[in-house]
């Protein structure tokens, strides 16, 4: 079965820009997807189909894929990106996880 | 607004049976898959199981470690896609989402999540 690999952890100081890299097998065929999950909140959908936004989603968020790795990138970052973010993808089959990566600002 | 809405989560017994909803309204769901993801306390996003759609002649696949416990329905008509789970156990506790999708201008599949249902698993 695909497995999806995060960072457990990435820290900023406001303004500054984080990065969230995803690395794995499935990438290189399927495409990736981010979720930010704020403390006590449901996932939202930051990027679809490797970089792109849904609406209402900032242009300071933006995504990439080269071929086994996929990164979030959050520019300017904001106190309120702290929180938790996931890459997914989907197979034929089923929805494959990373752990998950906590984002702090401070 | 495009929206998802489960509920049905509950105290339970360990052994017992719960029934889990998820509604979408603001838009048809027909023609798209819909998952089922858990998220126990403090841990990450847990894939459970998923239903396609009819064209696909609702195939349903789950999560090899659920031993066959769960199954998911949908009812199109209500727009609706259920999950039963039985001889639940204490480690089934857990916020679950519904999760399924629209397609965009050019045909791409955007993803929509629900808020979660907790359900609890105790004596």
């Known amino acids: 079965s695909y497995e999806l690999t995060q960072p457990s952890s990435v820290s900023v100081s406001p303004g500054q820009t984080a990065r969230i890299n995803c690395s794995g097998d499935v990438l290189a065929e399927k495409y990736s997807r981010w979720l930010q999950q704020r403390p006590g909140q449901a996932p939202k959908l930051l990027i679809y189909?490797?970089?792109e936004r849904p609406s209402g989603i900032p242009e300071r968020i933006s995504g990439a894929n080269s071929r086994t790795t996929a990164t979030l990138t959050i520019s300017g970052a904001q106190v309120e990106d702290e929180g938790d973010y996931y890459c997914y993808s989907a197979t034929d089959n089923d929805l494959v996880f990373g752990g998950g990566t906590k984002l702090t600002v401070l | 607004e495009m929206l998802l809405v489960e509920s049905g989560g509950a105290l339970v017994q360990p052994g017992g049976s719960l029934r889990l909803s998820c509604a979408a309204s603001?838009?048809?769901?027909?023609?798209?898959?819909v998952h089922w993801v858990r998220q126990a306390s403090g841990k990450g996003l847990e894939w459970v199981g998923r239903?396609?759609?009819?064209?696909?002649?609702?195939?349903?696949i789950y999560d090899v470690s659920l031993e066959g416990r769960f199954t998911i329905f949908r009812d199109d008509s209500k727009n609706t896609a259920d999950l039963f789970m039985r001889s639940l156990k204490a480690e089934d506790t857990a916020v679950y989402y519904c999760?399924?999708?629209?397609?965009?201008?050019?045909?791409?599949?955007?993803?929509?999540w629900g808020q979660g249902t907790q359900v609890t698993v105790s004596s």
């Open positions: 189909k490797d970089s």
């Open positions: 603001g838009f048809g769901f027909s023609d798209s898959a």
């Open positions: 999760s399924t999708y629209f397609f965009d201008s050019s045909g791409y599949k955007v993803d929509l």
């Open positions: 239903i396609k759609s009819k064209a696909n002649n609702y195939a349903t």
